[in-house]
């Protein structure tokens, strides 16, 4: 059995801490791999060698480091179907999914690639007469990044390729149910040519969290994981003075309105809430049928889904297992209490039958109608493969409904109606919209975040929000003396 460690000055470590969690292969029920769990001594020794790297990375010319990203960028490119393959073997998710995930981060990667361009200051000359002014931006120090088990590959992307590339070192928390990719990124890195403490991973639970929170030399934190630890973390790191993103849970809706092609919707209905067995942050977990459309829709939505084949990632399977046993007998239970509370079942993951091992963690796709909104099969995040249709008589009902919802991270109309859709994207209050598109995530150069107990913080994900969260700006004030500059002057400054 495999020991999975840190990573710490471009190499492997053991830590200290004899404290270790069973790392499962979720299509087996096997565990594979013994995840050490790091103690306060062994963070503050990551923590220390992304410190002791920091100057010298923040000095290290743009081009250098440019040429690093290109070369992280090609072996990536080169060698992602293995990082796919280690994503399938502890998360669950099908090989093609894995693979999406991967290409999602490499699109951060590219974006990164630009970081000249986009820390580039601005310079004006004789803002008084001689002198001039110009901005510059600085990378903050060593930060942390805390990630969830869902992505374990492209969320950490979300992040660390552009603080990298700002200057920053990186301590990586990644989750302790996937660890793997964390420790593949890192030997990567070290290929691409990053001098060690560069990027770091801490394995660890939550006390590796709250010593990355309570450490002075962490400067920032990038979080992604559920609402309740999302406000903890940002509460208990900007408490320090740090700065944080912090992104939480979602329970995103989709609209469809009487004129959409229902076909059309039932297919996005269908891969946005069973893709990756829905444990995705922007996955669809309630279908919002307007007026008339509710028994065509769901019929369509049904005859697709039961065409899903659940089983082992690494066969020719379109939905993988749960992450967990307790994952998944969880979101079993909500499914019998929304059944318990009025809610039909359309068709039934319980009992799937799926083309892998007997123990392997399985919940085949399942769709529930007349679903209320009192239920906790929609007042709660489920993240698994259940799929919510509430009937509402109109669009303003529709929107009413994603607008109370404590969550506001993705949505979806499905409409041929331009009006409609303007005037929800202009309404509707969620940070990520999709029209017509049922998982509407920006790419890289556009900011990833929702709003609402989906966010906790000022900035979004990667884009120039991204940017502007690893940097901090300055500006510089210059006047090159000659005589006619001499003389006392006590009032304030003023421009000449
Ligand atoms: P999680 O909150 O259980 O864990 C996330 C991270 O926090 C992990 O690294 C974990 O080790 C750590 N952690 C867990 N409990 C902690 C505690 N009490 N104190 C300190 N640290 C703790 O989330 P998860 O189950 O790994 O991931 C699924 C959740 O993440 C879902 O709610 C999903 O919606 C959310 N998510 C959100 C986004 C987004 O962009 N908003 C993206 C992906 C996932």
Partial sequence: MQTIAHWLDG???????????PVTNPATGVVTGQLALAGVEDARAVIASAKTAFPEWRDTSLARRTQILFRFRELLNERKEELAKLITAEHGKVHSDALGEVNRGLEVVEFACGVPHLIKGGFTENASTKVDIFSIRQPLGPVAVISPFNFPAMVPMWFFPIAIAAGNTVVLKPSEKDPSSSLW????????GLPAGVFNVLQGDKVAVDELLDNPHIKAVSFVGSTPVAKYVYQRGTAGGKRVQALGGAKNHMVVLPDADLDLAADAAV???????GERCMAISVVLAVGAVGDELVA???ER????KTGDGTRDTDMGPLVTREHRDRVASYIDAGESAGASVVLDGRGVEADGAADGFWLGPTILDHVGTEMSVYTDEIFGPVLSVVRVDGYDEAL???????????TAIFTNDGGAARRFHNEVEVGMVGINVPIPVPMAYYSFGGWKNS????SHAHGIEGVHFFTRGKAVTTRWLDPSHGGLELGFPQNK
């Fill in 400 to 410: 009413a409904l994603v607008n109370d919802n404590p969550y506001g991270n993705g």
């Fill in 300 to 302: 369509k939505i049904a």
């Fill in 271 to 277: 891969n946005a809430g069973f893709g990756s067995a």
């Fill in 185 to 192: 990124l890192a030997e990567l890195w070290h290929e691409a």
């Fill in 455 to 458: 966010l906790f913080g000022d």
């Fill in 305 to 308: 889904a039961k065409t899903i």
């Fill in 11 to 21: 190499k492997p470590f053991a830590g200290t801490s004899p404290a270790t969690a």
